[in-house]
Nanobody, 121 residues
Framework: QSQLVESGGGLVQSGGSLRLSCAASGFTLDIYAIGWFRRGPGKVGDAFSCISSSDGNTYYGDSVIGRFTITRDNAKNTVLLQMNSLQPDDTAVYYC??????????????WGQGTQVTVSS
């Protein structure tokens, strides 16, 4: 069965860091564009970060640029999201999604189940 599984969420103090993983099983992740989303108070809509499948270009939304980094670990069939300087406003359920395309776009082919990130002040 093909699926995405996120891990690495948890509770962290303001200013701290977490690294989220998005691991694929049943399909090869490097031919998919991967987007990260988050759902929480006031957070909706499009991916706040994306890594392309074709050339590894990355995209970050204004709320995370300079603090978050998205990378691929093709040997582990995984995409990582390093999150630094976390703030309480980053508290949300974080999801990754994969689309068989060069760039992030809806509709996505696979969604993970989500991982909770809580940042305390």
């Amino acid at each position: 069965q093909s699926q995405l599984v996120e891990s690495g969420g948890g509770l962290v103090q303001s200013g701290g860091s977490l690294r989220l993983s998005c691991a694929a099983s049943g399909f090869t992740l490097d031919i998919y564009a991967i987007g990260w989303f988050r759902r929480g108070p006031g957070k909706v809509g499009d991916a706040f970060s994306c890594i392309s499948s074709s050339d590894g270009n990355t995209y970050y939304g204004d709320s995370v640029i300079g603090r978050f980094t998205i990378t691929r670990d093709n040997a582990k069939n995984t995409v990582l999201l390093q999150m630094n300087s976390l703030q309480p406003d980053d508290t949300a359920v974080y999801y990754c999604a994969a689309v068989l395309a060069a760039l992030c776009q809806r509709p996505y082919d696979y969604w993970g189940q989500g991982t909770q990130v809580t940042v305390s002040s």
